[in-house]
Every structure is written in structure tokens, then in C-alpha cells.
């Protein structure tokens, strides 16, 4: 097949696994905000959620993130030199956090089908924007390539601003929820 519709289906796929992502860890939160909830509307809304986050991880994140990874290794064994570029071990190491990141969401949701978890809606909501974060380290690192090795420092910082920029907001808009 050829490289570039390999690319393209990997592209479309990791599209597709960060939108399940992304809406996953909102679920998150959907399902601790109703907490909050008189007793009948709680079970109902988080009988839903559960429902919802099973049907999102079994449909979509994990079929998007196992075909995003089928058609990345596709590449791979296409372009094997790609492992000797320095913006290809950036790209690993992030997708190494993306990896860890989903490793949290799986138990994640085994901790709100069973009743465990402990996580508050803010904190959720914070881990949601790792997932941006990754998404924008990924994707920076491919698309800037060299540019990425060489201002590494510079991008470093732009991140660390980006995130801290994101937190600011996130704060903000739950200091003006309460």
C-alpha cells in the first residue's frame, strides 16, 4: 500500500482515538459532577455514564487506538530509518506517556464501575488536558521535525506556558462554576 494512504488511515485513526479520549475523561467528569445529584437522579445519570464510557472505550478508543497503532508499525516497517531520526525517538517517548496515560484512563474506568474512585471533577478535568498536551507534542514533534530538536528549549517553553496557560482556565472557569 502506499505511504501516503498509510499515513492518511494512521492519521484518521489517531484522530479518532484522542476525540474517544478526549470525550472519555469528560465522561469521567460527568459521572463525579453527579455526585452531586439528589439520590434517584445520581443512580440514573451514573448508571448512564457507565453505560456510555464502556460503549465509548469498546467502540471507539480502543479499536482507534489499536488500527492507529496497526497502520503506525505498517509505516514502520516501510520506512525502518525512521528510528534513526531524532524527532522519531521525541515521537516515542511521547506516545510512551500517551501509552501510560491510557494505562490510567483503563483503570480509571474500572475504578467508577466499581465505586472506587477518589478522583475529583477538577482533577479530571486536569487530566483531560495531558491528553491535549500530548496530542500537541505528538503532533508538533512530526510536523516540526528537526526544527523540534534544535529549539527543543524554546518549545519546552512554550509548552510549559501552554500548560500553564490551559490550567489557568481550567481554574477559572470552576472558581466561576461554584
Not at 482507534?64 to 531520526?85: A, K, S, T
Not at 500517551?98 to 487530566?127: A, C, E, P, Y
Not at 507534542?137 to 521535525?145: D, G, M, N
Amino acid at each position: 500500500m502506499e505511504y501516503s494512504v498509510l499515513k492518511s488511515i494512521h492519521i484518521i485513526f489517531m484522530v479518532s482515538y484522542f476525540a474517544g479520549i478526549f470525550y472519555l475523561v469528560r465522561l469521567f467528569v460527568y459521572h463525579v459532577d453527579a455526585e452531586a445529584k439528589d439520590e434517584v437522579e445520581r443512580k440514573i445519570l451514573q448508571k448512564q455514564y457507565v453505560y456510555m464510557i464502556r460503549r465509548l472505550w469498546n467502540i471507539i478508543v480502543v479499536p482507534g487506538g489499536v488500527l492507529m497503532l496497526i497502520f503506525g508499525v505498517w509505516i514502520l516497517i516501510l520506512r525502518p530509518w525512521l528510528f534513526q531520526e531524532a524527532w522519531f525517538h521525541v515521537k516515542l517517548t511521547f506516545l510512551l506517556f500517551l501509552l501510560g496515560f491510557h494505562l490510567w484512563s483503563w483503570r480509571k474506568i474500572k475504578q467508577i464501575k466499581q465505586g472506587t474512585n477518589k478522583d475529583s471533577s477538577v482533577k479530571l478535568r486536569m487530566m483531560n488536558e495531558v491528553a491535549t498536551f500530548l496530542l500537541f507534542a505528538i503532533v508538533f514533534a512530526v510536523i516540526l521535525k528537526g526544527l523540534f530538536i534544535e529549539n527543543w528549549l524554546l518549545l519546552l517553553l512554550s509548552f510549559l506556558g501552554l500548560i500553564l496557560g490551559i490550567s489557568l482556565i481550567v481554574k477559572l472557569v470552576n472558581k466561576n462554576k461554584r
